[in-house]
């Protein structure tokens, strides 16, 4: 039995290594205690990711799950669906996200990278300078967020994912879920060009969400779209500065394939959503019994030998790189061209307008959030010039 401690925090490009040389498929213990089933090989994370006999329905947990507690109105989101419900709201809220209406927001995003970094200069702390402002930027614009509200915004979802307390991601949720029920009111009285009046008035003109279902929506691409582009920021600049070569290669300009290869690196989310088997099923020769938790490790996938020659070497220009970062299958991330675009402009924006920036402190140094999930680091101090 494998016990998840610190070190698939600290180490997790090491931990999983050993892992794969062990075996395809191990029995853990979460640190809450749960009992898990762990895949740690490419070809089998990436089968298993378009299986449809793993479940995300929580419903099909045989109780052993133990997840983050959602209220109603915010739990009925397609990271809790299967189809045919999730092929349904997957396919309303796809629409505001295909590449075509994407694209028209890079000048918007590029004006507000330039403005984050008109502020900064000679140190800096970029989790909250830079990398956590620009995506919830981006978010809050497409949701019709007032300026004002940003600050409370990011606040609340900083709340939920590195709570110092218990009592903080109960209160951060709450003030949270408040806040998204008086947007939808306001956006039902007075609608505009954004994301969530659509929704509203897909909800209410053509009836084909229900209430929790637009509320869930609009919580998931706050909630998804901060977390994960935040640590992809992050992730990407800990990963270049560390690296002279390829922060070299980087100032010549980050290109769409670096952005990929920056998530198949060290991708923020470590492990894919939970899943639970309908029936038995055989991952990698092990039999998984029905309703057990199944957790998919997207980043010893990204660094299995058997799929990328040489993966421990961050090649910006990597060619063959079929990375697993946004999913596989019908839960691929609905929001990956958003991402992929803010991480191109966010990087090349920091890295044009201070070519020489540098770590402030050694690379042991960096603190990591306390998730053997999601990697994302508490602060990252720069030198700026």
């Keep these: 039995m494998i016990e998840i401690d610190s070190t698939f925090v600290t180490e997790p490009r090491a931990t999983y290594a050993r892992l794969r040389e062990q075996g395809p498929v191990h029995r853990a213990t979460a640190p809450d205690g749960t009992s898990i089933w762990l895949v740690t090989r490419y070809a089998d994370v990436r089968a298993a990711l378009a299986d449809p006999r793993l479940s995300l329905d929580k419903a099909n947990s045989t109780g052993g799950y133990r997840g983050f507690s959602l209220p109603p109105a915010l739990d009925a989101n397609l990271l809790n ?49 830079y990398c956590g402002p620009l995506p919830i930027a981006v978010i809050c614009e497409l ?60 909800r209410d003109e053509e009836d084909r969400l229900t209430e929790d279902e637009l509320t869930s929506a609009a919580f998931l691409v706050l909630f998804a779209g901060y977390e994960n582009t935040v640590n992809l920021l992050g992730n990407g600049l800990v990963a270049l500065l560390t690296d002279p070569a390829a922060l070299a290669r980087a100032r010549q300009g980050i290109t769409p394939t670096a952005v990929d290869e920056l998530l198949r690196f060290d991708p923020p989310p470590q492990l894919a959503i939970r899943r639970f088997p309908k029936e038995d099923v055989v991952i990698g020769g092990v039999t998984v019994p029905a309703g057990e938790t199944v957790l998919l490790s997207l980043v010893s996938a990204h660094h299995d030998t058997d799929r990328y020659p040489d993966p421990e070497h961050l090649d910006l220009d990597r060619a063959d790189n079929p990375h697993l970062a946004f999913g596989h299958g019908p839960h691929y991330c609905l929001g990956a061209s958003l991402a992929r675009m803010e991480a191109e402009i966010g990087l090349n924006a920091l890295l044009t307008r201070f070519p020489n920036v540098a770590l402030a402190v050694p690379e042991p140094e960096l603190q990591w959030r306390n998730s053997f999930r999601n990697r994302g680091l508490r602060t990252l101090p720069v030198t700026l010039s």
């Design 143 to 202: 949701l019709g967020v007032g300026e004002a509200d940003r600050p409370d915004f990011r606040a609340w979802t900083d709340g939920m994912l590195a709570p110092e307390s218990p009592e903080q991601a109960r209160d951060a949720l709450t003030a949270l879920h408040r806040y998204l029920l008086d947007l939808i009111a306001a956006k039902r009285a007075d609608p505009g060009a954004d994301f969530l009046s659509t929704l509203v008035e897909l």
């Design 81 to 129: 669906m299967d189809a045919p419900e999730h092929t349904r709201l997957r396919r309303i809220i796809g629409k505001a996200f295909a590449p075509r209406r994407i694209e028209p927001l890079r000048p918007r995003v590029q004006q507000l990278a330039d403005a984050l970094l008109d502020g900064l200069s000679g140190e800096a702390d970029l989790m909250p300078a």
